[in-house]
């Protein structure tokens, strides 16, 4: 089974891959979108780079079930 876990604090977002990699972004949270549809539930999150104020990210979490979420993670080009 490929799992991969994540977390998200104030700052950080950690993500644990099966390998034991570690991706660590440290971020400064500015936005916090919540999305809920018929069969899907949503949260988009803009984020700014702590260490290159002029990178922007937007993270999407989808629940999908009690059991999986899908996580993505992209330069946010167009304010989430």
Do not use: W
């Not at 999305?35 to 988009?44: A, G, L, T």
Request: proline share 1%; charged share 25%.
């Amino acid at each position: 089974m490929n799992m991969q876990t994540f977390s998200i604090n104030q700052s950080q977002l950690i993500m644990k891959m099966n390998s034991d990699q570690i991706i660590k972004y440290d971020l400064k949270f500015l936005r916090i979108i919540q999305n809920q549809r018929q069969h899907e539930k949503s949260i988009r999150i803009r984020a700014k780079s702590i260490e290159d104020s002029s990178i922007f990210y937007c993270i999407e979490l989808i629940y999908r079930s009690p059991a999986v979420i899908d996580l993505s993670i992209g330069f946010d080009e167009y304010q989430c």
